[in-house]
């Protein structure tokens, strides 16, 4: 979790929001006493160990919603599975 003084979030908020939009939540101190969290709200439903992946800079949190309907309408994919593809080259030794 990243630490800044009001002052700090005052002169750079947007590079602080850019953070809390990858997952990251900020505590925001005034006189080296915390005051204020500063989180993503999508994230507050999500489970714990996600949460802290995001935190710990182990991942970035979508930009978006996803489009299910959009995602529905994609063909199918044809051929082998890249997992199928991946234990092959496990097997191999590659």
């Known amino acids: 979790m990243i630490q800044a003084s009001v002052s700090k979030i005052k002169n ?8 809390v939009k990858a997952g ?3 505590l925001i101190t005034d ?27 182990e991942g970035k949190a ?3 919603r996803l489009d299910v309907a ?12 890249l997992s199928a593809a991946v234990l092959e080259e496990r097997r191999q030794g590659r």
Do not use: T
């Open 24 to 26: 990251q939540s900020v």
């Open 31 to 57: 006189h080296r006493k915390v005051v204020a969290v500063l989180e993503p709200v999508e994230s507050a439903g999500w489970p714990e160990e996600i949460r802290n992946a995001l935190q710990q800079g």
């Open 70 to 81: 959009a995602f529905k309408r994609l063909p199918p994919a044809h051929g082998p599975s």
């Open 12 to 19: 750079s908020l947007s590079g602080y929001l850019e953070k």
């Open 62 to 64: 979508p930009r978006s």
